[in-house]
């Protein structure tokens, strides 16, 4: 994988588990050219997401407030980042084609290994 391809990016990490949520950003932290920006629940994502360009987005499904497929159908259903590439991530497998029929791009079961979590990233970050 060629990062520097990709150039400069910013992710949006959703993840209720503030263990889960900073493994996840050092782990892509480690590519000088991307940032993370975090958010611990579906309604802090939205937030962000009006505030900040995101390149794209990584999304925990089971989360309160707002939990991923309730985020993930209002991104899909609103006109601003409809387009936007979304990774599910989840502990359970079962959710993954209920997380696709809702528009995700990409799913990641959890747990996960360095090397899952940036070839799902990568991916879609090259076919922008």
């Known amino acids: 994988m060629d990062w ?8 949006l ?9 900073k493994l996840i950003s050092i ?6 050219n991307i940032k993370v920006i975090e958010a611990i629940d579906g309604e ?27 985020t ?5 259903e609103g006109e601003e980042n409809s387009d936007l590439p979304i990774i599910m991530i989840t502990s359970d497998d079962v959710e993954k084609s209920h997380s696709f029929s809702l528009g995700a791009d990409a ?3 959890k747990p996960f ?9 990568y991916g879609l970050l090259d076919k922008r």
């Open 4 to 11: 520097d391809k990709i150039g400069e990016v910013t992710l």
């Open 13 to 21: 990490v959703a993840e209720d588990d503030m263990f889960n949520r």
């Open 27 to 32: 782990m892509l932290l480690k590519h000088s």
């Open 44 to 70: 802090e994502a939205l937030t962000l997401l009006d505030t900040h360009k995101v390149d794209a987005l990584l999304l925990d499904i089971h989360m309160p407030n707002m939990n991923g497929f309730e």
């Open 72 to 76: 993930l159908q209002h991104i899909r």
């Open 107 to 109: 799913f990641l079961p």
């Open 113 to 121: 290994k360095l090397e899952d979590l940036e070839e799902e990233v």
